[in-house]
């Protein structure tokens, strides 16, 4: 749920245009939205009212990647989704973003990310962690890479899977397992909770 005192203010960043242009359209009736066509200029609207970034990977110069990074390094309290063509591959689990969406989506695919991270936004820190990590497996497993040693690791140090059993993966599927025609089995909706069921 977005916040209620002001405006959400969702950043897109991609260095198609066309692209940029058509994501603020299908939004700007219900966020305020700005926009950059390069990463350069993405960092340079990095402020503490940003509430939702949607970043493209393959930019020139200064990719979504290192704008994440700037992002992260000054704590900037956004949630991240990589909205992008690159395919995930297991590089992805060392990367501080929150949601991974691959290219070509639709317009109920792009609100449907923005309302998910805005609702994580209210979770606690350890929550917003675990939901990162299920998406960064849920992304994998799309794009048929299987598994990472972080991801055993995860299960090993605390028993839970992040997209298997156990307390939190009973709230995992509120949208999740949604496809649209032509494209089941590769695209997923954002993995995110059923708020009336949360125990904390």
């Known amino acids: 749920m977005a ?8 950043l897109i960043a991609d260095d198609e245009q066309n692209l940029t242009t058509l994501y603020a359209a299908w939004l700007a009736s219900d966020y305020d939205v700005v926009t950059a066509t390069g990463g350069e200029e993405a960092i340079g609207k990095l402020d503490d009212d940003l509430d939702v970034a949607l970043l493209d990977r393959r930019m020139p110069e200064t990719s979504g990647d290192e704008v994440l990074a700037e992002l992260r390094r000054r704590n900037v309290g956004a949630q991240v989704a990589m909205l992008t063509a690159v395919e995930p591959d297991a590089s992805i689990s060392e990367m501080p973003f929150d949601d991974y969406v691959t290219k070509p989506v ?6 449907a990310t923005v309302e998910v991270l805005l609702e994580r936004r209210q979770y606690d820190h350890q929550s917003r962690e675990f939901f990162s990590l299920a998406s960064k497996k849920a992304a994998l497993e ?7 040693e972080e991801y055993d690791r995860d299960r090993r140090t605390d028993g839970r899977d992040p997209c ?8 995992t599927h509120r949208t999740t397992g949604v496809r649209r025609a032509g494209r089941v089995g590769r695209r997923r909706t954002p993995v995110t909770v059923d708020q009336t069921d949360r125990t904390g």
């Open 106 to 111: 639709e317009r109920e695919e792009v609100h």
């Open 3 to 10: 916040p209620t005192d002001r405006t959400v203010t969702v």
């Open 164 to 171: 298997g059993d156990g307390p939190h993966a009973r709230h």
């Open 142 to 148: 799309s794009a048929n890479e299987h598994g990472t």
